[in-house]
């Protein structure tokens, strides 16, 4: 999509986000409005919600969306925080049918990788970095200089008997009341486990928590340098318009 202007939509698990970006610089050109998922995360609510988003923003133009799964050709491979009537549907046909406008869809955390390494000091980031978004889930954007390899679920890798997203994301450290040492002795753990398959050179954390770096970086001793995305929580709507600018 050739516009300057694009409608990024961040949908979590807990929160769906919608700013205008321009893609060129990737600075959001307006404040960003936050609506509750709405419940149950069906299809057919999940496309309310953001029907509303667009009339919040009064858009008319093209809309970039990440979206918490696995994401190939606008089609959702899983669903796990979200309703599971979602596998096998087309999003960016749903999408594109509830706003009336042309939508391009991605998974969540390549969308927030994108702006973390192709706007501002991540485009001097060289070699494999890992950008991981730390929610409701654990999402990651795997980066070979800034080239993305999409769709790397790590958050979903087997670790601790589990998968890794259910022993140290940030629903759960709040779940199980977990201090800050506790919590970030295990993500420690689990950035010692992608160190040990990925050597990245670069870990970039993501999600609402990377706000809060200061409380638990102590914690964290991986090989790869850690630092929390500079975009804050901005990341997954700017890269998700980046993201619809490539078609
Ligand atoms: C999903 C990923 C998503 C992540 C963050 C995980 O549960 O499987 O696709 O990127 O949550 O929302």
């Known amino acids: 999509m050739k516009e300057k202007l694009i409608l990024g ?8 986000k919608a700013g205008v970006v321009d893609v060129v610089s990737g600075a959001l050109q307006t404040e960003r409005k936050r609506i509750l998922t709405p419940q149950p995360p069906t299809p057919k609510n999940i496309a309310k919600g953001l029907k509303q988003l ?4 009064n858009w008319h133009g093209p809309i970039g969306c990440g979206f918490p799964a696995i994401v190939k050709d606008g089609v959702a491979y899983t669903a796990t925080n979200i309703d599971k009537s979602w596998i096998g549907v087309n999003i960016e046909e749903l999408f594109s049918e509830a706003t009336g406008c042309p939508v391009k869809v991605t998974n969540d955390a390549d969308a927030a990788g994108y702006a973390i390494m192709l706007y501002g000091v991540g485009q001097q980031l060289k070699g494999v970095n890992i950008v991981l978004t730390l929610g409701t889930g654990i999402g990651s954007g795997l980066f070979i200089n800034q080239t993305l390899i999409p769709n790397s679920e790590l958050g979903h890798l087997f670790f601790k008997g589990d998968i890794a ?3 140290c994301s940030n629903a759960v450290r709040k779940k199980e009341k977990l201090s800050w040492k506790e919590w970030g002795g295990r993500l420690n753990e689990f950035l010692h486990h992608i160190d040990r398959i990925f050597s990245p050179n670069n870990i970039i954390l993501g999600g609402g928590v990377s706000k809060k770096f200061d409380k638990y970086e102590a914690y964290l001793n991986p090989r790869a340098k850690v630092f929390p995305t500079p975009l804050r929580n901005a990341a997954g709507t700017i890269g998700a318009a980046y ?3 490539l078609f």
């Open 54 to 57: 667009v009339e919040i923003h």
């Open 243 to 245: 993201y619809a600018s």
């Open 165 to 167: 997203e259910h022993y």
């Open 9 to 16: 939509v961040d949908v979590g698990g807990t929160g769906m």
